[in-house]
Each structure stands twice: as structure tokens, then as C-alpha cells.
């Protein structure tokens, strides 16, 4: 499965933007979805990951209660819907797809196998 993942941009402290990570060459339906963001001279971090079982969300701590990640296996996409967006959430975000990845929480980059190209995302204060 390919992915692409688009919908960045530039915006203002406290708007909102959604991020979508479109897959194509079969179906999402037992990947895990995580995404991932990677800022300038930094590591690229985990922002939030959704089960391929019973769609169970996973949120870093500095992401908490702002995104919310959800998907749907019929338009084989999964969205990250950014609120309140801070100047400290700019970076390239990834998303990644794991086949037949259990989740119990955030996992490393190194278990997801599948990556799609960034979408840059700045948020201006």
C-alpha cells in the first residue's frame, strides 16, 4: 500500500487544520496508522496513532485533547484534525501504516513499515 498524505499549510496560533493520509494499492482495513511529525533539528516524534482493530486512539501528551485521529476504511484515509494549533506544532508530519500492527499506545517509527511523503505544516504566532 502507497500513502500520501496531504493538507498542511500555513495558519495562525489557534486555528485548525486537518491532515489526510490517502492510501492507494489495497486497503487500510488491517494497518495501524500512526503519524508523525518532524520539526527542524529534531527527531521525528509520534503524534498519534490509530488501531487497525477496534480503532483505538492514541495521543502524545503535547497533542492531548487539540487532535484527534480517525479513519475511514471506505474512502481508505485516515485524518488527523489538528485545533488549537500552536507555533511548537510546526513541522513536516508523516503518516505511516503497520500490517497487522497491534497497538497499546505510541510505538516507534521502526514498526510501522509503510510511509507516505510530509505535508509541511506551519503555524505562525
Known amino acids: 500500500v502507497q500513502l500520501q498524505a496531504f493538507g498542511g499549510g500555513l495558519v495562525q496560533t489557534g486555528d485548525s487544520m486537518r491532515l489526510s493520509c490517502a492510501a492507494s494499492?489495497?486497503?487500510?482495513?488491517?494497518?495501524?496508522i500512526g503519524w508523525f511529525r518532524q520539526a527542524p533539528g529534531k527527531e521525528r516524534e509520534g503524534v498519534s496513532a490509530?488501531?487497525?482493530?477496534?480503532?483505538?486512539?492514541y495521543y502524545a501528551e503535547s497533542v492531548k485533547g487539540r487532535f484527534t485521529i480517525s479513519r475511514d476504511n471506505a474512502k481508505n484515509t485516515v485524518y488527523l484534525q489538528m485545533n488549537s494549533l500552536k507555533p511548537e506544532d510546526t513541522a513536516v508530519y508523516y503518516c505511516?501504516?503497520?500490517?497487522?500492527?497491534?497497538?497499546?499506545?505510541?510505538?516507534?517509527?521502526?514498526?510501522?513499515?509503510?510511509w507516505g511523503k510530509g505535508t509541511q505544516v506551519t503555524v505562525s504566532s
Open positions: 490509530i488501531s487497525s482493530t477496534d480503532d483505538s486512539t
Open positions: 494499492g489495497g486497503t487500510l482495513d488491517y494497518y495501524a
Open positions: 505511516a501504516a503497520g500490517y497487522g500492527l497491534i497497538l497499546y499506545g505510541l510505538v516507534s517509527p521502526q514498526f510501522y513499515g509503510q
